[in-house]
Structure formats: C-alpha cells, structure tokens
C-alpha cells in the first residue's frame, strides 16, 4: 500500500502537496529530539540494570537480582497499550502535535522519580514500588509516543514516507548513542561502589535538564499535513468518532501485520541493550568496554536507518526488510557462539556491529510499514497499540527472557533460539501486509 507517486484526489479534498522544506526539517528535529529524549531514560534502565538492581533489589545472589530487576523492566512495559490507547485515541482526535507535547511532559515526571528515589536501604520496600511506579509513567508516556510521533513523521510528505518515517527508529538509534555515552564514561570514571552509590543516577538528572528542551521545540512545530484534512476525510468515509473503536472494529488485520512486523526488530533491539550486561555478568569483560560497544551499534541505527528509508522509497520496502529479517534469525546463533567462544571487546563490537546494520536494515522501512495498515483517522491509535502490544511482549521481556535462558539452561547462546523464532514471525507477517494489504 505504497505511495510512490500522488494519488488522485476525491471531492472535497485538497490534493497532496509536498511539504516546504524548513516545515518538514522542523517536523524531524521534533520528532526525532523528543523521541530521543524519552527513548533515552527508557534505555537507561536497561544499561544501569546491575546498579538499580543493588540499589532496590538487594538478594545474595546476583543472578536473582538482576532477574529481579528485569522483571521490573519488563512488567512496566503492560502499561505500554494502555498509554498507546489513551494517547493515541487524543492524537487522532486532537492533533499529533498536542499528544507529543503531553508525552514528553509525562516523562520527566517518570524521570524524576528514577532520579531522586531513595535506595531500599533507606524507604524498604517502598524503593522498589517507586521504581516501579517511576516505570509506569515511563511506559505509560512512552506508549503513546509511537503513534504520535511516526504519524507525524510519516504524513510529511506522502511520497517519502519511508525516508521520513526512518527518523521515528533513528531517534531510537540516537537514545541509544547518548545512553551509551554516559554508560561508558561513568563505568570508566567511576567505581562499582560509587556508580550504585549515585554514579547511575546522573544521566537521569540530564534527562531531566534537555526534557524542557525538547517540549519547547515541539510547541514550535506545526501539525501534520494529514491532519489538517482530517475533517473532511472523516465525514467523506463515515468513520466513528472514536478512533479505539474503530481500530478494534476495522483494523484487526493491521493490528496483527504491524505487531508481526515489529516483532523481530523489537526483540533485536532489546537483545542489543542486553549484550553489554551478558558480556560483563557471564563473560567477564569490562564495563566500559561493553557499553562501547553498544555505543557502536546506537551510532550505525541513527545514521544508518535513514539512508535505508531513503533506499526502501526508491527500491521498495519489502526487498530490503525481508531478506534483513531472515539474516538476523540465521546469524543470531552463530555470532553467539562466536562470542562465548572467544569473549572480548572486539569480538563483542563487532558481533554488535553486524546486527546493527542488519537492524537498520530492518528498521529503516518499518515504520511506514506500519503506518500504511492505518487510515489516518485512527493511525496514531492502530500504531500506538500495535507498537506496545508487541514491545510488551517481544520487547520489554526480551532481556528478562535472555537472562532466564541463560540461568536455566547454563547455555550461553540460548538468547539466539529466541531471535531466530521471532524472526521467522515477522517474516509471516510481511507476507501477510503483502497479500492482504498489498505492501510492497
């Protein structure tokens, strides 16, 4: 359901023109730094794992312990539908603009609680709940953010939605960059007494500085082209005036193409945040050396994703996802293997790098994807559940599943069953858009 060239128009409606430059560069910087901003604290927790981990979690036994802390990370991650209704439901009924500033205003509340909430031995069980609830309003933000943010990415410019939407996953990329920067340089600085100290909460105080920032340069954006049509569009289709409605009565086959679709690049993502934490608990290397490599791979999705956006409307989306999806599934096991056989820095960088690129590869189309299975009165919604659904499931459990595979099988490279099967899914599902939907 490309749109490679402009479509005819219906009576009633204003024709498709593309976007004036300087609006459409504005519309990225949005997007992109807002989504970097929160997409960064939602890393941070995965990167400062064994810190928060022995600052809330405290048991003798440090596999339990980051398990503990996982499972925090990932039950956080069951809010993620509910703020993507909610959110969603207002994007489409009151702007994508509106809906990313409320985002963003919802995460430095969460931000500020990781921040400043007192350790277990000071509150007791309360440390943990804060968290917790400090996770909720992450999520909650966070699910949302999705569907706001690729609907206004993707309805810039009808003709290079893929190239446009590519941003939605680069500011992913961008997060984990900064993310990666500050992991690196506190475990190079710092010792492990003074990172679970307060080495790990630094980075959620910088959150916190460049939150404002990116709320200023949202307000100073205009709304979606799309979405100054809406009116006209909803009374021409006969839509309901509910967009949740409407996804759960119309669009339960795009509910399960973008969820399939995301499932292989959520798990991936996730596995990525993952690897620094693996290398350091079982594979003995160093700490700063680890979240390098990371840094890495958070370097190739930001500057990467766009150029295969920009590749995907050209060529078509499906002859670079496809073939990118059943390469991440094939070379899962292998470059495990690699890696428990012969741990180091260079090793893990470049084990790393190669799902990086077959990441970007992935990830670059994938938003407008996503986006082309929604019309646009219910898009924001269709994303924003889809995209939550799955992060919840794929996702936001992956290093919890990864951690436990390990400890229960004793087999290193099991995390890699788990990418190889979810691959396979996603596969599924682009034959699915493809057939049903006719994505190319």
Known sequence: MTEASPQPTRP??????PPRRAPAKRAIAAATIGNALEFFDLALYALMATYIGET?????????????TYVVFGITYLVRPVGGLLLGSYADRRGRKKALMLSIRLMVLGTALMAFMPGYATLGFLAPLGIVLARLIQGFAAGGEF?????????????????FGS????????????????????????????????GWRIPFVFGLLVGPAGYVIRRCVEESPAMA?????????????????????RHWSGLLIAG???????ALNYTLQYLPTFAIKELGLDDS???????????????????????????????????????????????????TKAPSFPVLALCMTVLGLLKAAYFGALPSVMSDVFPVEARATGLAFSYNTTVALFGGFTPTIAAALVTATGSAVSPSYYLMAVGALSIAALVGGYRIRGIR
């Open 12 to 17: 009633g409606t204003t024709p498709a023109t």
């Open 56 to 68: 809330f979690f405290p048991d003798d036994n440090p596999g339990i312990q980051l398990i503990q």
């Open 147 to 163: 569907g706001a943010a690729t609907s206004f990415l993707v309805e810039q410019d009808s003709r290079r939605k893929g190239f």
């Open 167 to 198: 941003f939605q996953f680069a500011s992913q990329g961008l997060a984990t960059v900064m993310a990666s920067v500050f992991a690196t340089g506190l475990t190079a600085t710092l010792s492990d007494a003074q990172m679970t100290a307060w």
């Open 229 to 249: 049509q809406r009116p006209a569009t909803v009374r021409e289709r006969g839509e309901t005036s509910s967009p949740v409605r409407s996804v759960f009565r």
């Open 260 to 266: 399939g679709a995301l499932m292989v690049s959520t």
């Open 289 to 339: 050396l680890s979240f390098t490599a990371l840094l890495i791979t958070g370097v190739i999705l930001t500057f990467g994703t766009p150029v295969v956006g920009l590749l995907a409307d050209r060529f078509g989306r499906l002859r670079i996802m496809v073939p990118a999806a059943a390469l991440i599934g094939l070379s899962a096991l292998p470059l495990f293997l690699w890696l």
